[in-house]
């Protein structure tokens, strides 16, 4: 027994042995912590939810790319715009890094991966995401029909804000909440919802157990022991609720009632999937409820956490909300309804909204991505198999890209003309805030009308003020940590202009 004990040891020592003196011949790794500070930082993570945080502080020491190993695997956080656009778009490398990391979200919540988000680059995703891109155009930019239906709601909306002109306070937070999720509903069925309530308890409940699951350290730990779904406890307590309210999900949105007359009048988006699904002997009901999920998911909460990152710093910055209501006056006037046709004139409100995108950094580390096979990127070699995040926050937050960056500074994204800098100038192209590359975001149009409607529609009509309460922390660092960062509540005062 002790031989074989001895042997074995002996064995492994002379495996890592040879293992170490091979890899030292072979293209250096990306810079980063050695094997204890790994191993502090994984327990870190294992306890504690704010990995961006740690994230931001390690780019500082080692620049644009750094590896972190997280017990067996090579975590790559990619740091810039410039090294995202180069490992996830250009051609020598997209075929190769645009792959999913195994998650226990995509495997049991998703039913074995036949989601969108989390699936890997396969004819699969290129297909379910030509369906989603052709639904969206039907409603994407300038589409009158989606515009009304969402001008409709923010209507809704104002009525609800028109009844708070003489309260001391209002929850602004929950009015934006309520609205999100009817515009969301109609983009998915092409319906007015009739029963509200029930749709938003059910979309607020689904999305905030994603929320709390899919963040960096319940998602790593679930990952590595998706046993414990099973054992009494605070995972088995969330992994129970998640399945018992994507139930709910289910019920409203794909019982059959519902799946026929979706079928019957084949609008909305979910209409669209159902009737290409149903005619591909390839994808069956579980795509369409993954789908589903990750529509609901991405379709409410990056909306969310955007407006109400927004509307916070309408409350700490007055003088840029009067800035954007003149803005309004100049160019739509009081009483025409804002439309996506005025964006191109709004130069100071569309920087307003890449500011506050960049300010708040949201979504820290969008979706990891994973290399199948093992790639050398400027002088570096990322092992196979390396799970590749995104660093947002760091994108979003690091003084080498941003003067002042913990500032909000809109003027910032304006050129000397007072105009918004092009999309492709050096300091716009440092924001990427959709992602870059075969994975960029599907819902990047939908959401970015959202937010411009959102904005004009409101502040044409309303000034925002802090109330008695205190206000929510400005910086997104001190926000709940979670996979989407939003501030934890909103509560103001809200006159007519
Ligand atoms: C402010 C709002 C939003 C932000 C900041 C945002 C950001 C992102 C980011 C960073 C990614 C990951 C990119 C990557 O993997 O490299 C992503 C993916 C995705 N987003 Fe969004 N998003 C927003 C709104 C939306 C909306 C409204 C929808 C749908 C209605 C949506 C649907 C999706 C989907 C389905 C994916 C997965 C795409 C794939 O894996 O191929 N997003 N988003």
Redesign the pocket.
Known sequence: MGLILISSVVLLVTFLIIKWFKDQQKTPLPPGPGLLECLKITWHMMRKNDTHLIGEELSRRYGDIFIIRILSVNTVFLNSSRIMRKV?STSQYRDVTNDRPPTFFSEYIFYGGKD??LRNNDDL?VKI?HI?HRSMKMYGDGVKVFEDMVNSEIELMKNTLQSADNEPTFDLDSALTVSIIRILHI?LTNETPDNAAEICSVIKEYDHFANVLFNFSNNMVLTLFPWLRCVPGPFRDMYKKMKNVQNRLHDLYLNDRIKKRLGSHGKGVLAHILAEFEVDDQLNEFYVKSVLG??VV??YL??KG?LSGFFLLMLYYPEVQRRIQEEIDENIGKERIPSLDDRPVMHYTNACILEC?RFIGH?PF??P?RNKIEVEIEGLRIPANSTLI?N?WTMTHSDKAWDRHDEFLPERFLGDDGKLLPVDHPLRSRLI????GR??????S??KSR?FLFVTLLLQKFNFSPDKNKLAPLHSSLWKPEAVLHPDFLKCAVRIR
């Open positions: 996830f969108l988000t995703l995401r989603i983009f990750n529509l991405a379709g990056t909306t955007a995108l979504v969008a979706v991505h995104p947002m805030p959709f992602g870059t994975r960029v975001c599907v819902g990047e939908f959401a937010i």
